[in-house]
């Protein structure tokens, strides 16, 4: 049918786009996330490792964008699920930041 190819490059190209741009503000939201956690997590810092080793990040798995905030220190798990996740920091910030992030991206779908 004529015209269709270009309709078919047009829907990909911005099918592309928008995954594009949802990949900008997962990357945005895991950065974010990272800044918060560092000066917000609610423990005390004896030797600052656990603090530094935070870290947030984005990256796509299959068919899913997965975004994250951890630690890079062992004792993180401690930190996060002991005495009743007093010092917890990783899914705080997650909760967070997770409403933000999916407005944002029902925003660009919606046009």
């Known amino acids: 049918m004529a015209g269709s190819d270009t309709v078919n490059r047009n829907l990909l190209e911005w099918t592309d786009r928008r995954k594009a741009a949802i990949r900008a503000f997962a990357e945005r939201t895991a950065s974010d ?6 000066p917000n997590a609610p423990w005390q810092d004896r030797t600052g490792n656990a603090r530094q080793g ?13 975004l994250r905030i951890a630690h890079s220190v062992d004792y993180g ?3 996060e699920l002991a005495h009743q996740a007093k ?11 997770a409403p933000q992030f999916f407005e944002d991206v029902q925003r660009l779908v919606r046009g």
Request: a neutral charge; aromatic letters at 22%; hydrophobic letters at 50%.
């Open 77 to 79: 798990v401690y930190l």
């Open 87 to 97: 010092y917890a920091i990783l899914e705080p910030t997650a909760k967070r930041f």
């Open 54 to 66: 935070l870290f947030g990040y984005a990256f796509e798995r299959d068919t899913q964008l997965i």
């Open 33 to 38: 996330m990272e800044a918060y956690a560092k």
